[in-house]
């Protein structure tokens, strides 16, 4: 065989009695969750930003960089709702390279699925405790989610996991707003194959069980850009974009029409400094025409306490080992902006 088990995981029900929630922590995560739901089904009109590293790489860093973002949303919150990205897994177009905290707890080091699922629960728990926020993370592996459908507000499913049976089932049966981003190609039809799969309901196996799930109504589109057949990026956050969207939904008759804006990735070529113009962009579009406001919800924003990414082992602290990100200055003057904006 090909293939080597190397050891039994322990089932998320018990990883979770090991590191459980309070009861202070899961009231404030249905508080949270309760006012995300509110601002994707239009019962409320603040602006949802989800921000933070490209990849939660150092529990330390990521942990100062929550508590800096913590303090923005005290003077932001009437306006913004700002969920913090930690995202611990790493999709890798070719399989190479870091692959996130659950893969490797210490990027340095060997893989450790053990010590990995650990690692990202106390990390995500850490955050609830010591900054009052709940967080996103990218649903990466559909049956991973369950050590850690208790602690997060939003998940994204990735460009290349959209068009994936089991990704789409599975969203089916979440309760938060679950955010499904358009593939590579920037095939929009992708997209919204996924969110009208994922609003519906289903009967499929999940972790050895028959499950059957009855719909989420706040799956919605991230936009990220694409990238066409000669490998040149073709962002599709500009007006033109978001109207067009905006048809589509409406010829799709989906429940909620929803839209996150990724200011980086194919949108910004990943010249991350692009994320600030991008942003304003889409804050004009959304002013512009009212029939955009209401399905313009919020944008996802990567940055970190240092700007720009650096090789795993160069050793600044706080600076991305994968995609490059705003460093905290040009943050902080971001949310504060788009708070004066909306």
């Not at 997060?152 to 955010?179: C, F, W």
């Amino acid at each position: 065989m090909s293939m080597k088990l190397n050891r039994e995981l322990p089932l998320p029900l018990d990883l979770k009695a090991q590191y459980p929630l309070s009861a202070s922590l899961r009231e404030m995560k249905a508080r949270r969750d309760k006012e995300v739901r509110g601002i994707f089904a239009g019962q409320s009109e603040k602006f949802v930003v989800i921000i933070g590293p490209c990849s939660a790489d150092q529990e330390d860093s990521v942990l100062e960089y929550v508590y800096r973002l913590a303090k923005v949303n005290e003077k932001v919150k009437e306006k913004l709702f700002l969920i913090p990205r930690v995202y611990t897994n790493k999709p890798r177009t070719t399989g190479e390279g870091y692959k996130g905290m659950l893969h490797q707890p210490s990027p340095d080091k060997a893989p450790d699925l053990l010590g990995g699922i650990i690692a990202i629960r106390r990390l995500h728990i850490r955050v609830m405790e010591e900054c009052a926020l709940t967080a996103a993370d990218e649903m990466l592996y559909p049956e991973n989610r369950s050590y850690l459908d208790d602690v997060l507000t939003y998940e994204a499913i990735g460009a290349r996991s959209v068009e994936n049976q089991q990704h789409r089932l599975t969203a089916s049966g979440m309760d938060i707003p679950v955010g499904m981003k358009n593939p590579t190609s920037g095939d929009l039809a992708v997209m919204l194959n996924s969110i009208q799969a994922a609003q519906a309901g289903h009967t499929f196996i999940y972790r050895g069980n028959d499950a059957t799930t009855t719909g989420n109504p706040l799956a919605h589109a991230i936009l990220r850009g694409g990238v066409d057949k000669y490998g040149t990026c073709v962002p599709n956050y500009h007006y033109e974009d978001l109207t067009r969207l905006c048809e589509l939904y409406k010829a799709r008759d989906l429940q909620n029409p929803a839209v996150i804006v990724d200011a980086n990735h194919s949108n910004s070529n990943k010249k991350y400094k692009e994320q600030v113009r991008i942003v304003s962009e889409v804050l004009h579009s959304r002013q512009y025409n009212p029939a955009l406001r209401p399905l313009i919800k919020g944008v996802m924003v990567e940055s970190y306490l240092e700007e720009g990414s650096q090789p795993i082992g160069q050793g600044t602290y706080g600076k991305s080992i994968t995609d490059p990100c705003l460093g905290w200055e040009d943050t902080e003057k971001l949310l504060y902006s788009i708070a004066e904006r909306v």
